[in-house]
């Protein structure tokens, strides 16, 4: 299902809790579903005492992935055109990401109405995480 056009306003937000106490085996079921095995992400020794961080950390994409969750349920996959972020901070085992996703413009164009969409992701003390935008076709004038 599309959304209308006179559906869908500039200013409009949605916001949600998209993981709540982040696993450490969700962060491994990850890297085994994307093929991605970078150590840093599922190796404690080998991202403590090779790389110096505190411990092991998500991929950027499973943070991007659950942010654009937000995205699709409110426009459904079929309809988004455009999805870009920016990896502001690490998202560690434990975190509560809250994902915001704002209309910044709803726009009539050459190939019909689109909702411009930006994003913020933070976690459970407010740092942002990830930041974008994103654009979804909605029914409305050509």
Do not use: C
């Amino acid at each position: 299902m599309t959304l209308r056009m006179d559906e869908i306003k500039a200013g409009e937000t949605r916001e949600r809790v998209v993981v709540a106490d982040l696993k450490r085996t969700q962060i491994v079921q990850y890297a085994g579903a994307s093929g991605d095995f970078n150590p840093l992400h599922t190796d404690r020794e080998f991202a403590v005492e090779s790389a110096g961080y505190p411990g092991v950390f998500a991929h950027g994409m499973l943070t991007m992935g659950m942010t654009g969750r937000v995205l699709t349920e409110w426009f459904g996959r079929e309809n988004l055109v455009r999805f870009g972020v920016r990896f502001k901070a690490q998202v560690w085992p434990g975190d509560t990401l809250t994902v915001t996703a704002t209309v910044a413009e709803v726009v009539a164009g050459e190939h019909g109405a689109v909702a411009a969409i930006s994003l913020r992701t933070v976690n459970q003390d407010g740092v942002v995480v990830v930041s974008g935008t994103a654009a979804a076709k909605l029914d409305g004038p050509a």
